[in-house]
Nanobody, 125 residues
Framework: QVQLVESGGGLVQAGDSLRLSCAAS????????MGWFRQAPGQEREFVAASSRSGDNTYYADSVKGRFTISRDNAKNTVYLQMNSLKPEDTAVYYC??????????????????WGQGTQVTVSS
């Protein structure tokens, strides 16, 4: 089992940057592909980015490609989401999630077994 705790959210202005962190418990972190999702009020949870187990392969939603970067440090059991050039439409609760499969292209929330509690990101215009 994996427990995930996100941090790093906050209130920023459009064009600013934030880095989210997701710390995982346990010694099996490197066995999971990791993903970031977000959910705005009244909307479904949507895929943002994913990383393979090693971090060598990544995958992004079109809406964040070129602005967001997912990375991981398996020695620290942590996955990151660097968010640059933030826009008001990026406002949402951001969640990290763990996928036990070997894929790094899982975009459906149902593919992920473990979830963090979420961290709020608010981007003002």
């Amino acid at each position: 089992q994996v427990q995930l705790v996100e941090s790093g959210g906050g209130l920023v202005q459009a064009g600013d940057s934030l880095r989210l962190s997701c710390a995982a418990s346990g010694r099996t972190f490197s066995r999971y592909a990791m993903g970031w999702f977000r959910q705005a009020p009244g909307q479904e949870r949507e895929f943002v980015a994913a990383s393979s187990r090693s971090g060598d392969n990544t995958y992004y939603a079109d809406s964040v490609k070129g602005r967001f970067t997912i990375s991981r440090d398996n020695a620290k059991n942590t996955v990151y989401l660097q968010m640059n050039s933030l826009k008001p439409e990026d406002t949402a609760v951001y969640y990290c999630a763990a996928d036990p499969s070997s894929s790094y292209r899982a975009t459906s929330p149902s593919r992920y077994d473990y979830w963090g509690q979420g961290t709020q990101v608010t981007v003002s215009s």
